[in-house]
């Protein structure tokens, strides 16, 4: 194993090899959070969070004469490598896990101080210069830290996913622009309704992931409010005059968002609405793209007994019994991603109804959640965007003669006939199997052929105007 340094808290002492910068507090949680198998390394923004966290409280606790002005260097030196991404791998608590956070809040605190000690020329472990809960801690609860470190991961984490909202926003859109011309039939109830573009179609799903993006910007403004200096139950107990006020002043500086501090730290110490609500839009996001990428599914489905008005890109063969099958592999799985999403908003509102009286224990599953979704969500987006939405084709023609070969055409003659007259057509070409035209304009000859030529012209077809005998 190699040398190994002993440590001790107040369960009692434990080896640990000298490499590792984590220390016997971390070592604990190892041994007994082995549930999800995805340590908080795997998520660096989390980490870069942590080590702003620290860093800024540090500074603060010099300021307020809590901490001397070499441990406090040390710190921000150990915080600064930890920002940097050098010891992501120290980091190696599991993202769920009980204590409310306390074994990462630990593993930031003994990481950094260990970086600290070797800074001022000591070795790992040698607390006494430089202590976890003393120095690196000090003025802080996990209460406070784990919660503000994890509301500027989510924030920035946010920034992220929205960018890829808004590709998929412009991919749809561009797909709207170079599909205006192309005529198709609309559907209601999966019935035939009325003539519309592809178009238009495409350009409605721009325009309803847009209002999705408006939503996701309010909804991350929510984590700006946070409550560092409220220490173990928001009274600021430990923590010296002012400490609260110019801890968030230095956070915001160092990360570079407007982070404020919260109002009243009792409540914002327990209360975690502001993640029911993001997760919420998150799954209002993830219910509106499973939808599209049902219809996606659906106009491209046959290609000869399906709708076949578009053709999605062949990414594999589909069958291993059916020879040239190819399945809509693409939006499949981002329906199943957004299933995923749409599942940990549950979790994430069944979390934050367990808090109890002055602390939320559970908020580690609800990062989980928050992480893992966005993560997930953010990969299935740019792969519909890359491998799907980019190579969309249209059966321009087949469209074309769908509409024409519809029952739901002889809606645009109600202006002329009136409602009676044009059912009593749809339900005799239901019957017959005749067109629309062929019953109207040849049989009972109720409009001339230049009426309906102007009536069912592409271009009014696609541009509908008001027209009457």
Known sequence: MGATRKEHDFLGELEIPNHLYYGIQTFRAVENFNITGIPISR????????????????????????????????ICYGSDQVIAGKFDQEFVSDLIQGGAGTSVNMNANEVIANIGLEYLGHKKGEYNFLHPNNHVNCSQSTNDA????????????????????????????????????VLKMGRTQLQDAVPM??????????????????????????VLDINMGAT???????????YPEICVAYLAKEVGIPLTL????????VDTGAY?????????TAVK?????????????????????????????????MPGKVNPVIPEVVNQTCFYVIGQDLTVTMA????????????????????TSLDYLSNAIQTLIDKCIIGITANEQHCYNMVMNSIGIVTQLNPILGYEESASIAGEALKTGKSVHQIAVVERKLITQEKWDEIYSIENLINPKFITS
Do not use: W
Not at 150 to 175: G, P, S, W
Not at 276 to 283: E, F, S
Not at 354 to 370: D, R
């Open 352 to 371: 934050a109804e367990a808090g109890q009286l002055q602390l939320n224990v559970m908020e580690p599953v609800i990062a989980f959640a928050m992480f």
């Open 43 to 74: 998520e660096p923004l989390f980490i870069k969070a942590l080590g702003y966290v620290k860093k800024a409280a540090a500074m603060a606790n010099k300021d307020c004469g809590a901490l001397d002005t070499k441990i406090a260097e040390a």
């Open 289 to 321: 793209i499973s939808k599209i990428c049902n219809d996606l599914r659906l106009l491209s489905s046959g290609p000869r007994t399906g709708f076949n008005e578009i053709n999605l890109p062949a990414r594999q063969p589909g069958s291993s019994i």
């Open 276 to 284: 029911v609500q993001i997760m919420g839009t998150m799954k209002r």
């Open 232 to 242: 173990a139950i928001g009274t600021k107990v430990n923590a010296p005059e002012g």
């Open 146 to 181: 784990y919660p503000s470190a994890f509301r500027i991961a989510l924030y920035l984490k946010m920034d992220h996913f929205i960018k890829t909202v808004e590709n998929l926003e412009k991919a749809f859109a561009d797909k709207g622009t170079e599909f205006k011309q």
């Open 197 to 222: 573009t592809l178009g238009q179609e495409f350009h409605s799903y721009a325009t309803t992931i847009g209002e999705d993006v408006l939503r996701l910007k309010d909804a991350q403004s929510l």
């Open 262 to 269: 919260s109002p009243d730290l009792i409540e914002a110490t």
